[in-house]
């Protein structure tokens, strides 16, 4: 059974540090990685989805990358900015397509401090 | 293009109630998928359909149950609530089933049983 764990649970960092959240997954067949953000009592916001064959993916300040054979994926984020606060979440869809869409991760707590 | 739409935004039911919870995904999106979301557990997959059937399912008793429409909108119902029913459900959709196809969400209806 896939696994996903991020960590740290919660950062805290100063506005306009770089950052980078992490991801762990145990199972290496996976269609794709996603990335989502969640703001307090909303949905999820996709931010990023790196399909198995590539290695990373940038949009704006963010740049995701994914290992498979590691099982590891990082979002980084350039010049933090407070609307960056928010929960950062990882979520990968199993190849076998068991009877799970997608396992997401536990998240990480971001906060920037202006 | 109007993203996905989740109705009503809050309901407050007592235990042993039942309730229906709408989701209507984005126009030409043929997937609707279901999660809970809860502090202790966090997101965990309900169940998918593609097409007006149910295609996975998650390891939630049968009191959960969903049906999708011809114009792709989905129900989600819950029968004989439980106090740790309490949680947001959310509700995503995407153009095709598995788990290649981005999934967009909504905004979620937050559950309180009492």
């Known amino acids: 059974k896939q696994e996903v764990t991020q960590i740290p649970a919660a950062l805290s960092v100063p506005e306009g540090e770089n950052l980078v959240l992490n991801c762990s997954f145990t199972?290496?067949?996976?269609?794709?990685l996603q990335w989502f953000r969640q703001d307090p009592g909303k949905g999820l916001t996709s931010l990023l989805l790196?399909?198995?064959?590539?290695r990373e993916q940038t949009s704006g300040r963010l740049n995701a990358s994914l290992d498979k054979s590691s099982g590891r994926s990082t979002l980084y984020i350039a010049a933090s900015q407070p609307g960056d606060s928010a929960t950062y979440l990882c979520?990968?869809?199993?190849?076998?397509?068991?009877?799970?869409?997608?396992?997401f991760g536990t998240g990480t707590r971001l906060t920037i401090i202006p | 293009k109007a993203g996905v739409t989740q109705t009503p935004r809050y309901l407050i039911k007592t235990r042993g109630q039942q309730v229906t919870l709408s989701c209507s995904p984005i126009?030409?999106?043929?997937?609707v998928s279901w999660y809970q979301q809860t502090p202790g557990q966090g997101l965990q997959f309900l169940f998918e359909y593609f097409s007006e059937t149910q295609r996975n399912k998650g390891n939630f008793p049968g009191r959960f149950s969903g049906r999708q429409f011809s114009n792709s909108r989905s129900e989600m119902n819950v029968s004989t609530l439980e106090l740790g029913d309490s949680a947001l459900y959310l509700c995503?959709?995407?153009?095709?089933?598995?788990?290649?196809?981005?999934?967009?969400f909504g905004n979620g209806t937050r559950l309180t049983v009492t």
């Open positions: 126009s030409g999106h043929r997937s």
């Open positions: 995503a959709s995407s153009l095709g089933a598995g788990g290649n196809s981005p999934l967009h």
């Open positions: 199972d290496s067949a996976i269609y794709n």
């Open positions: 790196i399909q198995s064959s590539q």
């Open positions: 979520a990968v869809p199993p190849l076998n397509f068991g009877n799970e869409k997608l396992t």
